[in-house]
């Protein structure tokens, strides 16, 4: 069965640093999702993705925050100066036109 | 603003107990996502729906567009179905983008 991959599966990094997060969607799929979840809290909408631009993005998605599919198979989630309260798991998703969503196995971001 | 509220927050059965968590919402939706998460943080879809009813093995979904409400049943509830289920909706045209729920906290004892 199809599946959405993500690297790395847990990311290490100190206060300010950049980072990317990396999925593979599944290959026929035509839209992107990035959704993160704080511990002990709920699944939050970042970002989705179709036809190669952001379609819409939630208030949480600022500056800091911007989503490149650099080769047309993998879709990246980068941070550019990190901050203690984006210590989250982070899902990628992707669907097609009408299907249900399939998620990635999320990385898990720890900023210290 | 979509709020989507799920009940009960917790929940501990016994293994072969009849499960239901329920999920409603407040605006109009297009589609209504049942997810899994387990304690490694994965999630995975259990159910799409729209209207009416969808049985898969033991899990059965519903949804009542007109009430905004959906339940979610486990049969035969056994240990590996212990979880978060999370209910998310979507809200239509051209995004489909996920409003979630808190989620359900499902622990079965055998």
């Known amino acids: 069965e199809p599946e959405v991959t993500q690297t790395p599966s847990h990311q290490v990094t100190q206060m300010g640093q950049e980072v990317i997060l990396r999925c593979v969607p599944i290959s026929n799929h035509l839209y992107f999702y990035w959704y993160r979840q704080i511990l002990g809290q709920k699944v939050e909408f970042l970002v989705s993705?179709?036809?190669?631009?952001?379609?819409?993005k939630s208030e949480i998605f600022d500056d800091q925050f911007s989503v490149e599919r650099p080769d047309g198979s993998n879709f990246t989630l980068k941070i550019r100066s990190t901050k203690l309260e984006d210590s989250a798991m982070y899902f990628c998703?992707?669907?097609?036109?009408?299907?249900?969503?399939?998620f990635g196995p999320g990385t898990r971001l720890t900023v210290t | 603003k979509n709020e989507v509220e799920q009940s009960p927050q917790n929940l501990t059965a016994q293994e072969g107990e009849f499960i239901t968590i329920n999920c409603s919402y407040s605006?109009?939706?297009?589609?209504l996502h049942w997810l899994q998460q387990h304690p490694g943080g994965g999630i995975v879809s259990l159910f799409m729906?729209?209207?009416g009813k969808k049985k898969h093995g033991r899990l059965i979904a519903t949804i009542n567009i007109q009430e905004k409400h959906s339940s979610l049943h486990i049969t035969a509830s056994h240990p590996r179905d212990s979880a978060v289920y999370i209910c998310?909706?979507?809200?239509?045209?051209?995004?489909?983008?996920?409003?979630f729920g808190k989620g359900t906290l499902l622990t079965v004892n055998p």
């Open positions: 993705f179709y036809n190669n631009e952001i379609s819409e």
């Open positions: 729906l729209s209207s």
């Open positions: 998703a992707s669907s097609g036109t009408g299907a249900g969503e399939y």
């Open positions: 998310a909706v979507q809200l239509g045209g051209s995004n489909y983008k996920l409003t």
């Open positions: 605006v109009g939706i297009s589609a």
